[in-house]
């Protein structure tokens, strides 16, 4: 292992992207059992809470490995593209949100408790907000914007977990049902914000 303090230049160079791309690596693998874990407990629950953070999570795959790109020297002229796709992908699922709340409420379905949504959403928080640490600090030594912008995407993750979470334990605790789809309302307002910075990526 080298000792950053006393390694050269290019030597702690190195060590900075690796750990910049072992970061990644976590995010992304956490975001792709977190599709499933997402998509079971939705789908059980009928939660549209537990449904739009699982479709933000495959979002995040996407900006993920746009970082991944960027940091390996691959990207050539493919990120340009890709974060307008990005962009794209989060205005849909802002609208997929909204529609799904508007046809619960005015179909008056109402989600179920799940145990296995709000485990998951919990442990998520904890993990985004490590990760989005560990970006923060490692973009800032590395001076790239790139890392350090998709550790911000990482930080709001952490909040929407945390939303989502609350929304989750009112719907079981109390039965405030109502609270699952406005807990939903809160990945629009993201979507509709990062989907637009996406879209006017340059």
Not at 154 to 177: E, K, S
Request: charged content about 15%; proline content about 3%.
């Amino acid at each position: 292992m080298i000792d950053e303090s006393r390694a050269t230049p290019d030597a702690r160079h190195t060590v900075l992207l690796q750990r910049g791309l072992w970061l990644e690596y976590v995010t992304l693998g956490w975001n792709v059992v977190g599709v499933a874990v997402l998509a079971t407990a939705a789908l059980a629950a009928g939660s549209i809470a537990l449904a739009g953070f699982g479709l933000d999570s495959l979002i995040e795959i996407g900006a993920s490995t746009v970082v991944v790109w960027q940091l390996t020297g691959t990207a050539a002229n493919r990120e340009r593209p890709a974060m307008r796709l990005i962009g794209g992908a989060f205005i849909a699922l802002a609208i997929y949100i909204v529609a799904q709340a508007a046809y619960v409420v005015v179909s008056g379905g109402r989600p179920a408790a799940s145990t296995l949504g709000i485990l998951w959403t919990g442990v998520t928080c904890v993990t985004m907000l490590a990760l989005a640490f560990g970006k923060a600090r490692t973009g800032a030594a590395l001076d790239n914007p790139v890392l350090k912008t998709e550790g911000r995407v990482t930080l709001i993750d952490a909040y929407l977990a945390a939303a989502v979470l609350l929304g989750l334990v009112l719907n079981a605790a109390v039965g405030w049902w109502w609270a699952d789809p406005l807990a939903g309302l809160v990945i629009v307002f993201y979507g509709i914000k990062e989907g637009r910075a996406a879209l006017r990526h340059p």
